[in-house]
């Protein structure tokens, strides 16, 4: 055995893209606070290293609310620790993740209801009481 042989190595996941990206939320929420802007983060398109996102959704944590639908596949959309700060996760129909985000907002687009929806549930609740 050479002396190379002997010094002890340990192999850690870089984690070098959890420190950025949570440095953008807090510019993000910043931003929410200041001008009432929304900040979506794709992190599907962003290049993780092994146990990057891992420890990204750790760091986040989880807070007090999670909805769940089921429109062409599921999604999930859960609020971390810090209000303001989304983690949502899209899904195929296979149970493949199609879009992973960070949304800093208020609440996410998502679970806002869409105007098109609020007539035709006036027109039909107006149905209901003619």
């Given at each position: 055995?050479?002396?190379?042989?002997?010094?002890?190595?340990?192999?850690?996941?870089?984690?070098?893209?959890?420190?950025?990206?949570?440095?953008?939320?807090?510019?993000a929420?910043d931003?929410?606070?200041?001008?009432n802007?929304?900040?979506?983060?794709?992190?599907?398109?962003?290049?993780?290293?092994?146990g990057?996102?891992?420890?990204?959704?750790?760091?986040?944590?989880?807070g007090?609310?999670?909805?769940?639908?089921?429109?062409?596949?599921?999604?999930r959309?859960?609020?971390?620790?810090?209000?303001?700060?989304?983690?949502?996760?899209?899904?195929?129909?296979?149970d493949?993740?199609?879009?992973?985000?960070?949304?800093?907002?208020?609440?996410?687009?998502i679970?806002?209801?869409?105007?098109?929806d609020?007539?035709?549930?006036?027109?039909?609740l107006?149905?209901?009481?003619?």
């Open positions: 055995m050479t002396s190379v042989d002997k010094i002890a190595v340990q192999v850690e996941a870089m984690h070098g893209n959890v420190r950025p990206i949570l440095n953008e939320v807090l510019h929420l931003k929410l606070l200041e001008k802007m929304p900040t979506t983060i794709d992190l599907a398109g962003l290049p993780f290293a092994p990057e996102l891992d420890e990204l959704e750790a760091t986040l944590g989880n007090e609310l999670v909805a769940q639908l089921d429109a062409l596949g599921s999604s959309i859960r609020e971390t620790a810090y209000p303001g700060v989304w983690w949502i996760e899209h899904r195929n129909a296979h493949e993740v199609v879009g992973r985000y960070l949304e800093i907002t208020r609440i996410p687009e679970l806002a209801s869409q105007d098109a609020i007539r035709t549930g006036r027109a039909r107006g149905e209901e009481f003619e």
